[in-house]
């Protein structure tokens, strides 16, 4: 079993770094991100609640985000029997407490949590330009702006959460996707993951 958590602040590139992990080692991703704008495409009921707080570049409330969670990993024992990639989640302190509550329900841990540090312009330049490539309604000026403030708010306290737990990984963000990648692996590498 190997579970981590992909943390940064939006832009960082969380969501491509995923993508390779998740092919090297065989993981499940989890994107809280995604699993909503599924949510919104499709119209659901939640998808409209978070709907609201998505264009605004709020978070979705924590005790709902934890029901979508718990809900999508019910829904997947058997992919999710190697291990998770958690993705823009958690995003505050009672969202990781309840993680490692759940991890611990499920006989396992975060072996991991990989933090992907880019410079807040470079943050910013990424955002804009992957507003016109993805057409993301939350990738404008103003919402990126409130993003930025939130991640700084809310998620980027955890980084000295999981730094006290000794779980906290720095990785450089900047530069050649496939140098990150590799930075990553490197680590991953060197963790016991038996549990
Ligand atoms: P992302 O794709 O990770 O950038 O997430 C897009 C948006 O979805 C965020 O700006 C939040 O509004 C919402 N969201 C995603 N993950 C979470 C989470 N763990 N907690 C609260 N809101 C979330």
Known sequence: ???LVIFGAPG???????????NRYGLFHISTGEVL??????GTELGKIADSYISKGNLIPDELMLKVLEKTLDENPEATANGVI??????TIPQAEALG???KRRGTRIHSVVGLEVPEEELIKRLIHRGKESGRADDNPDTIKTRLDVYHQQTAPLRK???????????????????IFNDI???IDTLDHAD
Do not use: C, W
Request: no cysteine.
């Open 101 to 103: 509550e759940m991890m």
């Open 37 to 42: 704008r599924d949510h919104i495409s499709r």
């Open 86 to 91: 958690f993705d823009g989640f958690p995003r």
């Open 161 to 179: 959460y999981y730094t006290d737990r000794n779980t906290y990984h720095a990785v450089e963000g900047s530069g050649d996707v496939a140098k």
């Open 185 to 187: 692996s490197k680590h």
């Open 12 to 22: 960082s590139g969380k969501g491509t770094q995923s993508e390779h992990l998740t």
């Open 1 to 3: 079993m190997l579970n």
